[in-house]
């Protein structure tokens, strides 16, 4: 015999609770197969719970869709920070600047090395080491680095730095309703069995298709177990399904 499902999704809670919403503004109280106190929850209940699942819904969409964004400045920040160490070294070989510069950006004299740029707590440092030193090497006289200029550097660094706290922002705004959204969700999963416990004794007294029949009217879900489908499916050739 099918078992009855109760909703694991928020969707499947909405449209269980929007069903029977729809049932109590449909039948009037004595046709109605549960309570007014059950209806009055659903009425008070319904806005706020689908209210916080489409701000979570935006906020996860508008996250989604700046993080191509933010990818984008962070692919550019690892580019020009790594290229613009690449011609400090080739300038250093050159002989054009001294060696012991390197320590201005913080390097070691002899490090030749680009540094990892794996994370953004590595682009975050090392974009504002080589920004730094750059622009003390300049202010000592040196002749500025072209192939990327600093300037360039910096435009590509804070364009990261802007998107890096959007999105950190976004993420925040994500994470707020999860807490709010949960314990909203025990409460929709009390108000559905409630609701659908008193659905099933009003009809208690059908038999079991036309009860589960009926009671589907209402929003409940019934579901065959496996061995219930074989069995089917074995008796009733007709409705296998392949």
């Known amino acids: ?10 969707q499947a809670r909405l449209k269980a609770l ?14 109605l197969a549960f309570s007014q106190s059950t209806f009055q929850k659903v009425i008070s209940f319904l806005p706020q719970f689908e209210k916080i699942i489409v701000e979570q819904r935006m906020a996860l969409k508008n996250q989604s869709q700046k993080n191509r964004d933010y990818q984008q400045h962070l692919r550019k920040a690892r580019l020009y920070i790594s290229h613009f160490i690449q011609v400090l070294n080739m300038s250093i070989i050159r002989g054009e600047i001294p060696a012991n510069m390197r320590g201005l950006y913080g390097l070691s004299e002899d490090e030749k090395k680009i540094p990892l740029l794996n994370t ?20 000592r006289g040196g002749n500025p680095l072209y ?52 659905v099933e004794e009003y009809f208690k007294d059908l038999s079991d298709p036309i009860r589960r029949e009926r009671a589907s009217q209402y929003g409940l879900s019934y ?15 007709e409705l296998r399904v392949f």
């Not at 929007?18 to 046709?31: D, H, N, R, V």
């Not at 682009?123 to 030193?133: L, P, S, V």
Request: zero cysteines; charged letters at 35%.
């Open 1 to 10: 015999m099918p078992y009855r499902r109760l909703p694991n999704t928020d």
């Open 18 to 31: 929007k069903t029977a919403f729809s049932k109590g503004k449909e039948l009037p109280p004595f046709k």
């Open 120 to 139: 953004e707590a590595d682009i975050i440092e090392w974009g504002e080491k080589i920004i730094k030193g750059e622009t003390e090497r300049i202010r």
């Open 147 to 198: 192939n990327p200029t600093i300037a360039v550097v910096k435009v590509r660094y804070e364009n990261f730095l802007d998107a890096y706290q959007m999105q950190k922002t976004l993420k925040k705004t994500s994470e707020r309703f999860g807490p709010e959204l949960n314990e909203m969700r025990g409460q929709a999963d009390a108000i559905i069995v409630s609701l659908w416990n008193e």
């Open 223 to 237: 579901v065959y177990r496996k061995n219930e489908l074989v069995k089917i499916s074995y008796e009733f050739p």
